[in-house]
């Protein structure tokens, strides 16, 4: 493989809530733009990463197992990629789900202070939303416009047709679930520590997604504490970010990985599968290198 092959290495589908397509489906779109390479990430999720795996056959596109993570950092929600996980080991699974557990448990708090900050949404909106699934806040805001007093809602008119817009489930999460707004809730089940200690136990390579809003101070405590690479390149970061990341990356000796976090247009409108700067397959050698020296 040349270093003119492109990869996408941030990819959600319908394992995470707010995933849009199919493993088959991204699998499909990858190939019509001639991806060479390509991961799930989905959150806090593996269950379509065996079907990943066969359509990688199928397509003659590489898989890389891979998922992300939520951590807790000083109050910060921070998301770990975790590429090359033995996403079979029966240990990592049952972590895995005591995560989503409390991803549950976070969801139905969370619910409970949008209702005492008079938004018009229940439980059975929520489930509807989520299918089964950990809601994040995608599935919140679908649920919350699910019914007609929520789409007449002032609070909700900016992500309808108003300034939030743009990216209304993006900028919903911003609004209410990040640090420091109304209904952030720490998910105090898996310090960052732990998250990174976890993912190399079980054979994978941490590397932080979107790191834009973790401060560089804070990135290298990460760094001390095992994380193995940034995701310098994505559609969170402006292209002075990608490169600033691209940098503080190397002048740390860590990897740097590039993704999309392609959701499907109708959760992230504004983002395209593959469209991220960087995205070079020399990347996945470097993964690979990074996986053997584990």
Request: proline share 4%; aromatic share 8%; with cysteine.
């Amino acid at each position: 493989m040349t270093s003119k092959e492109k990869v996408d290495l941030h990819i959600h589908t319908t394992a995470s809530s707010d995933g849009q397509h199919t493993p088959k489906e991204i699998f499909q779109m990858a190939k019509a733009i001639d991806l060479k390479a390509i991961t799930f990430s989905d959150h806090n999720s593996v269950s379509n990463l065996d079907e990943g795996m066969e359509l990688s056959l199928i397509f003659d596109i590489e898989f890389i197992p891979c998922f992300e993570l939520n951590t807790l950092f000083e109050e910060m929600d921070l998301h770990i990629l975790g590429y090359y996980i033995d996403y079979k080991n029966s240990a990592f699974l049952r972590w895995l789900d005591e995560i989503q557990e409390a991803k549950h448990e976070q969801a139905e708090k969370r619910l409970s202070i949008l209702k005492s900050l008079d938004f018009t949404i229940n439980k059975q909106d929520l489930d509807t939303a989520a299918k089964g699934m950990v809601p994040s806040g995608a599935t919140f805001l679908q649920a919350l416009l699910s019914r007609e007093e929520g789409r007449n809602d002032p609070k909700l008119k900016p992500y309808i047709d108003g300034a939030r817009s743009e990216s209304p489930a993006l900028n919903f999460y911003k609004d209410y679930f990040k640090k420091d707004k109304p209904a952030f809730l720490p998910l105090d089940v898996c310090s960052i520590e732990m998250g990174i200690s976890k993912i190399k136990q079980f054979g994978g390579v941490p590397v932080q997604a979107h790191p834009s809003d973790t401060g560089d101070e804070n990135i290298v405590k990460l760094i001390d504490l095992g994380l193995m690479g940034l995701e310098a390149f994505s559609s969170y970061h402006t292209p002075e970010e990608c490169e600033h990341f691209h940098h503080l990356a190397s002048d740390n000796n860590i990897l740097y990985t590039a993704g999309s976090d392609f959701h499907g247009k109708k959760i992230k409108p504004n983002v395209e599968l593959g469209a991220v700067s960087g995205n070079d397959y020399e990347i996945v050698e470097r993964l690979k290198d990074a996986r053997n020296r584990l």
